[in-house]
Nanobody, 120 residues
Framework: QVQLVESGGGLVQPGGSLRLSCTAS????????MDWYRQAPGKQRELVAA???????NYADSVKGRFSISRDNAKNTVYLQMNSLKPEDTAVYYC??????????????WGQGTQVTVSS
């Protein structure tokens, strides 16, 4: 079993910052992609930021220049630093990771989701 445990999120004013964290634990051999998604009410879940174990990153156009994804591979943790937050960033944010737990088994895991609300 592999678990993803998230922390962070909350209520912040426009222009403020938050840092989300997600740590994978359990029977882990390798973690490949570690990503952040978000879903606002009535909208599709969308990829916000993605990272590989080798350090490659990708961002949604809507967050480029404001959000930064980073990883601490030794801690099996991914972070999402969110700066210059806007009301349209309000959503439930989900951590996602592709994890190899044994030689022939790679599965995708999701965190529980954490609410980010940007409002005055």
């Amino acid at each position: 079993q592999v678990q993803l445990v998230e922390s962070g999120g909350g209520l912040v004013q426009p222009g403020g910052s938050l840092r989300l964290s997600c740590t994978a634990s359990g029977s882990i051999v390798n973690i490949y992609n570690m990503d952040w998604y978000r879903q606002a009410p009535g909208k599709q879940r969308e990829l916000v930021a993605a990272s590989t174990s080798g350090g490659s990153t990708n961002y949604a156009d809507s967050v480029k220049g404001r959000f930064s994804i980073s990883r601490d591979n030794a801690k099996n943790t991914v972070y999402l630093q969110m700066n210059s937050l806007k009301p349209e960033d309000t959503a439930v944010y989900y951590c996602n990771a592709d994890v190899r737990s044994r030689p022939s088994l790679v599965l995708t895991y999701w965190g529980q989701g954490t609410q980010v609300t940007v409002s005055s």
